[in-house]
Each structure stands twice: as structure tokens, then as C-alpha cells.
């Protein structure tokens, strides 16, 4: 009896041992078995008191940011300590299925519909074959946070629908626009004045990197890279989440911006991205605005301290809201590794508001209350 008792004691101290008390950013994240989380270009929904990660699952060796598999999903109730819950979207072995095993599918992102009482997952999809000229948003749908989503179709957005405030003489194409020299002042201004909107107006939108954001009122949008990775897109999403409606703006015309992860507090919306150099890190740029759908004030790299003009060698990906801790965002970015991407790394880290400018500070570890004790 007493050695029974005195082994149940040291497998819970075990058990207590092995889990995570913090944050620990860049450095191997092990999840309840023990093995590296694999859910890269993440996001996170919280539903019912817990939270879902859901992410690309990557594999070893050269080809492994292709999709071979599908999209991961891990619970956790505390942040720190995550489950594996397994593939939640699983690539399709059909040739003919849009994803099919070998096309690329990045940075999924989850939200829940009030309405319909499904979770709704938006993602980044390229064809098989095509690198990434597809550029297109895909959506799949699951009763069930845990999945099995079910992939429903993808888009080019906003086909033959004009920016809101659309000035009516940027419909129109001006005569040697496509002549003009990549980079010259000429077709920075043309860019902006809409030369690959009115390029992309038939066919539909472009959209790379992306992310959701559900607001307060519950109308939901796709932000997403678009006009050849130069402009981001913010596109409002139909009631069910689904479709798109026609209102859409642009955001930092020519800026060149990727990876954008957006957060709101006390009214005013603040973004974060990433400038455009694949899976090398660069300066992370912040925005601020009073409407989702803009105008919205550049204010420059949140980062500060070394290794700030490299994110920290990472790259955006979602900002979480810390659930009941109305003030507490997290900023979560990855350490990309494309010659092995299964050891892709995460970099999260509390964001700091300092004159309504977010701050990004590195720290080798950290927790949630020692988050609350510096704000
Ligand atoms: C990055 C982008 C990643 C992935 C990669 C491919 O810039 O943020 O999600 O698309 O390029 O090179």
C-alpha cells in the first residue's frame, strides 16, 4: 500500500515536473507527449474555455512546406501545456481536388459563427504545380473546433467590385502603364493609383498571407496580401462567414506587406506585419487605425532591442487575446526553418502599448502574470 502510494506521488510529481510554467520563445516547444508542436503560421481560437491552435503541419526535408497532410490542431486550457488533438483538415488524395497532396496550403485561421454555430477556417491556397500564382483564400467548415473541417471552396476576392471611395479615374487603365520600370517613382504611384487592382478586376484578387478578424459587432474579415504581395487587402466577410460581401478597402498601397496579425484595444485597432523577403526574417512594421476598414496611420517597427530590425528572427503570424485579461495580447510569430520546416520555431511575446504605439520587447522566458505585473 505504502509503495503504491509512494509511486502514484512520484508519477504525479512527474507529470507536474514535465509541464510548462512559461514561455520559453525560440526554444523547442514540446507538447503533452512529449514532441515539437507542429502548427506553424498558427492562430488560435478560444471556445468554451479552451483554446485551439490550429496550424501547418510541416514535415522534415526540403519538401517540407509543401502540404503532404493538412492542417494541426492542439487544446490547451492554460496556454502552455498544448495537446495534440491531430489533423483537423486533411489534404486529399482525389488529383483533381484543389487540396490535393502537393498543393500549399498556409496560415490558417479559425473563427466561430454565432449564427450558424459552425467554425469557419479561412486559409492561404496554392495549386499544386503552380508555385504561388494561384494566390488564392479557401475556406473549410466544421461543427466541431476539433474538427473534421471540411473544405468547402476557394477564391479570388472581390471579382469585379471596385475598393470602397474608388476614385473613377483609376478604372480606368492609362496607356503605358504595364511599360513602366518595377520600383520607379512612376509605378510606385501607379501601383497605388490602382494599376493591379484594375489588372486583378476580372479575375478576381490576389491573397497570400491573410488572417480573420471577427469584431465587435460580429462582422468578420479576411485581411490578406494582395497585388502581388505590394497592397494588403481588407475584405468584410458575408453573416455566415462564408463569402464575401462588397465592401473591401486597401491598406498601405505598394507598402509590401506580408503576414498580418491585427488586435484591438481600447477602440482602436493595431496591426502587425511583416515586410516581403519569403522565409528570411525582416523589420516587422505596426499600424493604428479607429475602423477596421482604415484609413490606418503607419507607426513604424514594434520592435525594440537587439535583433529588432529581424522580428527577433521570426515573422507575424496572429495576435492572441488573452481570454478574461481584457488588457493582455500575445504576439505570435515563426521562426521559419526551411531546411528542415518541421523545427520551425515559435516566437511569442506580450505586447506592450506605450502612447498607443504596440511594443514588442524580447524575453528568453516569461509567464502571464509577469505579463499583468508590467503592464
Ligand atoms: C513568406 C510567407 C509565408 C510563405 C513564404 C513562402 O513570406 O509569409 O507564409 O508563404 O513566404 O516563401
Redesign the pocket.
Known sequence: MRLQYSIIISLISIIMFSQNKEFAPGKEWKDTDGVHINAH?GGILFDAGTYYWYGEYKTSGKSG?TSLIGFSCYSSKDLYNWKNEGIVLKIESDPNSEITKGC?M??PKVIFNKKSGKYIMWF?L?LKGQG?NAAKAAVAVSDNPKGPFKFLKSYRPNKRVWPMGYKEEFKIASANENQLKSWSPEWLTAINNGLLVRRDFNKGQMS??MTVYVDDDEKAYLIH?SED?LTLHISELTDDYLDFTEKWTRMAPAGHN??PAIFKKEGIYYMIT?G????DPNEARSFSSKSVLGPWKSLGNPCVGKDSELTFHS?S?YILPVSGKKEQFIFMA?R?K?ENPIDGGYIWLPIKISNEKPILEWADKWNLNSFAEKQ
Open positions: 503560421g512546406n500549399v498556409e496560415r492561404h496554392e504561388y497570400r498571407d496580401s504581395n506580408e503576414a511583416s516581403c523577403t519569403g522565409w515573422q503570424t515563426d521559419w526551411p
